[in-house]
Structure formats: C-alpha cells, structure tokens
C-alpha cells in the first residue's frame, strides 16, 4: 500500500515497503550503533526534524512540544524501548502524532540484571570488586547474607516486576509487592494495601513504576526511613522516582545496607566521563549507566517490534499497540487499482461522523472503523470503485472539515 500526499500533512511511502520504515527521511535520534548514548540536544533535534515523517528514539531523546510544533511533517514516533516519558505524549496526539514502543521486549533483561543486583548487594560485592581492584584483600563477612529466604519488595507489579517475582521465588527468596492497580500475583506473591506497609516489611526494595507525576520523589526521606535498618534499594525504573539526596544520606548513615542505581534524574546525554552524583562513594552502592534493558537480545527484538509498528502505521493506518492514540484497525484492504483507505484524525468532538458520512454518501465504503481516546478520535474507511479525481475530492473535503488534524489517504 501506498499514499496519497496532496498536502505536506500527509505521509508518503513506496509502495510494497520491506519491514523496515521506508518514509521519506527517517530520523534515529539516538545512535543505536553506540548502544543509543548519544542523544541529539532539542535545538540539534528540532533542525533535524523539520522535514522527517518518522522518527525512532531510545529513552534519552526529547521530544518536546518545541520539538513537535517543528516537526511539521511528522506523523509517528517509534520509542525503541518501554519507557514513552520522553514524549510529551499528549501534544503529540493533539497533533495527530502516533507513538509506539516495545511494551514488553527488554523487561526480562531489567528483571535478569536485578536479580543480579540483590545478591552482589547482599555480599557487598561492589565494595570488595574496588577493594581488590586497589591491591586490598578485604576477607569479610559481616553484614553479608544469603538471599534465601529474603523478603523481596516489588513497587510496581507489571511486566518487569511480576517477571522478577518469578525468578527471585525461584531463589528461595519471599515476595510482596505494591500496585496501584489490583493484580494476579504469581507464585506465591502477596499484594500489599500501602507502600508504607511494604517498605516495613522487605529485605529489599525494587522499583518497576513508570516516570509520573504520581510517582516523583515517590521514594524520599520518609519512604527510606520507613525501610528496615540495613535493607537494600534498587532503582532500575525511572532517576525521578527516587530523591537523590535522602538517599545518598540513608546510606552514607547506614540505615540502609546498599543501593544498586541504574537510572538518574539527569543522566549524560553521550558515553563519556560525564557523569556526576550524590551517590558517588556512597558504601555498598552499585551505579550503572541506564542498562537495565541493554542487552543484544532485548536489542534485537525491539528494533524488530518497533520498525513492525511503524510501518504499519505508515503503510496501513493501523494504530494498534499505540500508546496516545485510539487503537484502529481494519482488516486488509482490496488490492485493487481504484480501493483507498481514508485516515482520518480528528477532534473528539459530537458530529464528526456526519459530517463524514456524508462526504462519503456516495461512495462504495467497504468498511469503516472508528475510535476515540481522549480529546483525539482517528476513523479508517475502506473505499473502493473511486477515480483518481474522486480520491482528491475525498481528500480535500475530509481535510477541509473543521475537526481535522491529518487526513491520509492510502492506496
Ligand atoms: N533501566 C532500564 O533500562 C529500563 C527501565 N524501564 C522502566 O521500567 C518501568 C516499568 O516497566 P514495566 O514493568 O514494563 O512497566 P509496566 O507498565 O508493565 O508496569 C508498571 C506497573 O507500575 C504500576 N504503577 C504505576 N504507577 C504506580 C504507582 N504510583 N504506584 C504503584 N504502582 C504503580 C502499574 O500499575 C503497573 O503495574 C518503565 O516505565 C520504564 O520507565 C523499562 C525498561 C528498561
Ligand atoms: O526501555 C526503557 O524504558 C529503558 O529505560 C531503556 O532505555 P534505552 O533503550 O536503554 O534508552
């Protein structure tokens, strides 16, 4: 399939596009043949934006509504990773900007590494590595333990928390967790009522919620006091979700026994000796830099499952797995000479469909689907048996209309 572009807010593609995005000018604003370190800074982005219909970010890359109001032509972003914070998702759909990420392809990597990082915690196993890196034999085991039977405190109980819970069960180690939503657990997990109520009862803590409002600063002076005496934090989510300060204090006081950190409030836009914190020689503190999901596999599958998605959208309008866009869908179109689909943007606002049924009265619409999400509804109509003169008559009428943000129409 392939698109019309009468104006420039329409996208595009060849026709017969292979599985990797095809779009005039694709942008990778992170270099993924570095392990995507280096992201471009706003003003670098927004010059290279201009004229590029598809972009692909990995979780450092900004994409601003600065960044939007200058991406003029743009029509969709491919997160090549879990997270979408980097977006601003919701000027993004105003502006008819689909975005997309890999909900789940890195998550047994972040549960691998972390499960890792409770034992090399619990033996102190960072200090003693620099230790003997600096000709020290160190031959210690106070404060060193088994994580057998361990109490495991997972925040957020998604697809990285509950695949943790799996696996450290498997340890030998006991597991609760805390979700805002009411969940299955798996094994023999409990579901706490409050964070207080977990934070008094683990060995260790770990954190797998996304980067919100709610969950800024969730983990501060309070929450850290509130945890046992020498028990252990981990943070491979998001940098805001712990306050830096409070936790290099609790562990440079001793209340908590040790920390593994894999992400940072701001974190170093290139690989480099840029980085800075607090927690730098705090004892027992294990620093990585954001890896949680960088493995090959991981890698692999999310370069796959993204391009999938984004050609999708360009070639098929279809809007499935899209994380601020109505999700929609029909099933293939007629391969035929004169078939279109209409893509259709819109405000979510009452009278729309009239107004396009009625553009459409005389025409042969094979089938047509529509959903709304928030203050956006997209609709895709299937139109066969229309002239080359039909197709731009729909085209400008529907584009015309009052409610549109973009109108594709793929042929
Ligand atoms: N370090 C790294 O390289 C990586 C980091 N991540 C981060 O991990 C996060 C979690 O990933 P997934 O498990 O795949 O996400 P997910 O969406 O499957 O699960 C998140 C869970 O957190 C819960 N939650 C949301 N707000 C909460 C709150 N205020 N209190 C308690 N629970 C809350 C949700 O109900 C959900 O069950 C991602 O959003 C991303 O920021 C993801 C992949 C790699
Ligand atoms: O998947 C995520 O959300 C991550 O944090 C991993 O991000 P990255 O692809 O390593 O920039």
């Known amino acids: 399939m392939s698109s019309v572009s009468p104006t420039p807010s329409t996208a595009r593609v060849k026709p017969n596009a292979p599985a990797t995005p095809q779009g005039p000018n694709p942008a990778a604003a992170a270099n993924s043949s570095n392990g995507g370190a280096d992201a471009l800074p706003e ?3 927004i010059e290279k934006i201009r004229d590029v219909h598809c972009i692909g970010i990995r979780s450092k890359s900004k994409v601003t509504k600065k960044v939007l109001d200058a991406a003029g032509k743009l029509s969709v972003i491919g997160c090549f990773c879990i997270g979408t914070n980097q977006v601003d998702l919701e000027y993004a759909s105003q502006k008819g ?7 789940f392809s890195n998550s047994r990597s972040v549960a691998e590494l972390v499960l890792a990082e409770i034992v090399l915690l619990s033996r102190q196993l960072g200090d003693r590595n620099n230790e003997m890196h600096k000709g020290d034999w160190q031959k210690v085991s106070a404060n060193c333990y088994e994580i057998r039977g361990k109490t495991l405190g997972i925040v957020g109980y998604g697809h990285i928390g509950s695949q943790l819970s799996v696996l450290s069960e498997s340890m030998g180690m006991r597991v609760l967790f805390y979700d805002v939503a009411p969940l299955m657990p798996l094994g023999i997990a409990k579901q706490v009522h409050s964070l207080d109520e977990l934070l008094k009862n683990s060995d260790f803590i770990t954190l797998h919620v996304p980067e919100t409002e709610d969950t ?5 002076e309070h929450e850290l006091n509130t945890m046992k005496q020498g028990s252990f934090l981990i943070n491979a989510s998001r940098g805001t979700v712990v306050h830096i300060p409070a936790l290099a204090k609790a562990l440079r006081s001793g209340h ?3 920390a593994a950190v894999d992400v940072f409030p701001k974190e170093p836009a290139a690989n480099g000796k840029y980085f800075e914190s607090e927690l730098v020689g705090c004892p027992n503190t294990l620093l990585t830099p954001h890896i949680g999901g960088s493995t090959e596999e991981a890698q692999s599958m999310i370069g796959v499952e993204v391009s999938q998605a984004l050609v999708k959208f360009i070639n098929y309008g279809t809007s499935i797995g899209a994380v601020n866009f109505p999700e929609v869908d029909l099933r293939a179109i007629k391969d035929e000479e004169n078939s279109i689909r209409l893509c259709y943007t ?3 606002v009452p009278g729309v469909l009239r107004q396009i049924t009625n553009i459409l009265a005389d025409h042969n619409v094979d089938k047509q689907f529509s959903d709304s ?3 956006i509804a997209y609709l895709m109509a299937d139109i066969s048996d229309v002239t080359s003169e039909q197709i731009q008559d729909i085209y400008k009428r529907v584009s015309e209309t009052p409610t549109n943000i973009v ?4 042929y």
């Not at 900007?97 to 909900?103: L, R």
């Not at 800024?216 to 501060?220: A, L, Q, S, V």
């Not at 109108?407 to 793929?410: D, K």
């Open 43 to 45: 003003e670098e982005l």
């Open 97 to 103: 900007v689909a975005v997309f990420n890999s909900p």
């Open 216 to 220: 800024k600063n969730m983990i501060g």
């Open 256 to 258: 908590l026994g040790g």
């Open 346 to 348: 819109h405000s979510n």
């Open 373 to 375: 999400k928030g203050k």
């Open 407 to 410: 109108t594709r129409i793929l």
